[in-house]
């Protein structure tokens, strides 16, 4: 059976960084003028008044101090509150193929492998900037690629899933080497004037190099010794945006058309679901959390990752054995378990054990569990 390895990472990290400081004076000054705008009917007891943020509420809240965005001038204008991307003409490179031009690269440069060399591209993110055509073959283009290449959207998990479905791919023999990018515009989604999520999101994105072991030359290796995914419907997590807007007459700037989340169901949720995921994974390998060196979880939020720590490992895992990088990127959708796996996967040792989780809308949950070659 072919064994299948991660060869090469890397990251593309926008140039922008908003801390929370000034992430809520943007919103405050906001609820001052939409307070002030409806200030007869919050007095006659028709409005509620809307109630501040602070930089404290969000960093209990979910651990996160700071974000990368593509464009921070438009979200910190208390009037617009949202990235200003420029219009990109058609004979351009799209702005997701373009942060994935980055990453792939480095990637490519970690593995030893040339662009030509990759039979298989795949995007995959939790939104894309255009139906068609894909970006993955837009980027296939880009590089120089060879073979093929498609999008897929599994929202939060759609790193893992295209993990799998690369490593599939390899392991039948259809390609040799393939290349997953996690092109994430998580600050076009974000609803900046909700004061439970306007924190949540950051711009990222990611790239992997998976190819078959006997032809893998880099010195640093990770055999994908299993994948396991799963799904289950909830309208916890949603964002109504789509090409049936327009023909159903619906307003797209309403705040359902951007990210919407019950956060405590979701934590209520999701947790049991994920730690299950990965214990019954690790399991079917003869594997249990004690095995386990290092896990790369979803970057969405610490409490969560914390709770899943404990109930895989059995004990309070410290920021060496579950990597955060919350803190600094925010929430960056599918690309954030493998910046954790881009950053701190060096010390690892040959024989160490490691697991790359992801989890969010849908629900759904993808579980890799690699060994250090």
Known sequence: ???VVITGT???TPEHAIDNDALVATFNTWVD???ARYSQAIAAGEREPLAYSS????EKASGIKSRYVLDATGILDPERMRPRLPVRQNDEPSIQCEMALDAARQALTAAGVKAQDIDLVI???SNLERAYPAVAVELQDALGAGGYGYDMNVACSSATFALEAAANAIV?????RALVVNPEICSAHLNFRDRDSHFIFGDACTAMVLEADDIATAPTRFEILGTRLVTRFSNAIRNNAGFLNRVTDSDPLESDKLFVQEGRRVFKEVCPLVAKLITDHLASLELSGEDVTRMWLHQANRHMNDLIGRKVLGFEPDETQAPIILDHYANTSSAG???????HHDQLETGDIGVICSFGAGYSAGSVV????
Do not use: D, P, Q
């Open 370 to 373: 690699v060994r250090r070659c």
């Open 33 to 35: 003028r939409e307070n």
């Open 10 to 12: 890397g990251l593309f």
């Open 123 to 125: 995007v995959a993110c």
């Open 172 to 176: 039948s023999g259809s390609v040799k």
């Open 1 to 3: 059976m072919t064994n």
């Open 55 to 58: 930089s404290e509420f969000i």
């Open 337 to 343: 378990s493998i910046i954790a796996f881009h950053l």
